[in-house]
């Protein structure tokens, strides 16, 4: 069983930075942190889950077009967090933000499309114009 907590949503103006974090918990917490695949989705009000960014357990990233050169994940193994720096936010960034995590060592196409092996609660991301 793995818990995911995410946190740091809140409200910006257009043009700002959020940081959010995500903390994935086991029972084998620091043996089994490093060999996840885990990544952000983000979901807005009428519209379908997407993929923002993953990470896999060599620390291989991936982006979505939409925030590709503006956001950046990146893992802290002394924090045991991911982290998502989100930079000139943008009103369409409007979202719920989830964090998921899949018990493969690499990020599989079928987790970008959304199959993850656990997911966080979400946090609020709002970007005012």
């Known amino acids: 069983e793995v818990h995911v907590v995410e946190s740091g949503g809140g409200s910006v103006q257009d043009g700002g930075s959020l940081t959010l974090y995500c903390a994935a918990a086991?029972?084998?917490?620091?043996?089994?942190?490093?060999?996840?695949?885990m990544g952000w989705f983000r979901q807005a009000p009428g519209k379908e889950r997407e993929a923002v960014a993953s990470?896999?357990?060599?620390?291989?990233?991936r982006y979505s077009n939409s925030v590709k050169g503006r956001f950046t994940l990146s893992k802290d193994s002394a924090k045991n967090t991911l982290t998502l720096r989100m930079d000139n936010l943008k009103p369409e960034d409007t979202a719920m933000y989830y964090c998921?995590?899949?018990?493969?060592?690499?990020?599989?196409?079928?987790?970008?499309?959304?199959?993850?092996?656990?997911w966080g609660q979400g946090t609020q991301v709002t970007v005012s114009s």
């Open positions: 998921a995590v899949d018990l493969n060592y690499y990020c599989s196409d079928t987790f970008w499309g959304g199959s993850a092996d656990y």
């Open positions: 086991t029972s084998s917490y620091s043996r089994y942190y490093t060999t996840f695949c």
């Open positions: 990470i896999d357990s060599d620390a291989n990233t």
